[in-house]
C-alpha cells in the first residue's frame, strides 16, 4: 500500500522518532505548528477514526500521556492540545493523534533540534 505514514513505520521514509514500543510510533511533525509537534500513530494501518480498532485507539490515548509528559519536561510550553482530524480535514489518511505544544512567546527551533532536546536525558 503506498501510504506515506507505513513507510514511516516500515522505516524506508526516516523520521524523528521520540517514542515507540510495539503498538505506536511517535515522531516529529516535518511541518510543526510549534516546536515538539508530534504526531501518534499506529504501527498497523487504520485511515481514521471510523475504522481503528478500539485496541490502538486505547494503546494511542495512552502514549498520548507519555508525550506530553515528555514535551513538559524537555519544552516547557504554557499549553498542549491534542487534534485529530478526519474526512477532509485529514491529510495524511493514515491515523494520527497530533500532540500539539502552545507558547505564549512563540519560539521556532528546527525540528532537528528539537529533537536532540527531547532525546537528550
Ligand atoms: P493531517 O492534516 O493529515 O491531520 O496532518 C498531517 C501531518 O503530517 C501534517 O502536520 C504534516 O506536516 C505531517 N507530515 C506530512 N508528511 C510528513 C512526513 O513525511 N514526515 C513527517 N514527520 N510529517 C509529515
Ligand atoms: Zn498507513
Redesign the pocket.
Known amino acids: 500500500m503506498d501510504c506515506?505514514f507505513c513507510k514511516?513505520n516500515n522505516n524506508e521514509?526516516p523520521?524523528y522518532t521520540i517514542y515507540e514500543d510495539e503498538f505506536v510510533r511517535c515522531?516529529?511533525?516535518?511541518?510543526p505548528i510549534s516546536d515538539g509537534h508530534t504526531?501518534i500513530i499506529p504501527k498497523k494501518h487504520f485511515t481514521d477514526i471510523n475504522d481503528i480498532d478500539l485496541k490502538y485507539l486505547c494503546k494511542i490515548q495512552e502514549v498520548s500521556k507519555r508525550i506530553v509528559k515528555l514535551l513538559n519536561d524537555k519544552l516547557k510550553p504554557d499549553g498542549i492540545k491534542l487534534v485529530q482530524?478526519n474526512g477532509v480535514?485529514?491529510?495524511?489518511k493514515h491515523y494520527?493523534l497530533?500532540v500539539i505544544p502552545h507558547y505564549n512567546k512563540n519560539k521556532k527551533n528546527k525540528v532537528e533540534d528539537i529533537y536532540k532536546i527531547i532525546v537528550k536525558n
Not at 515522531?27 to 511541518?31: A, E, R, T
Not at 480535514?89 to 495524511?92: A, I, R, S, Y
Request: charged share 10%; net charge negative; hydrophobic share 55%.
Open positions: 506515506l514511516i521514509i523520521s515522531f516529529l511533525d516535518i511541518n504526531l482530524n480535514l485529514q491529510e495524511v494520527h497530533h
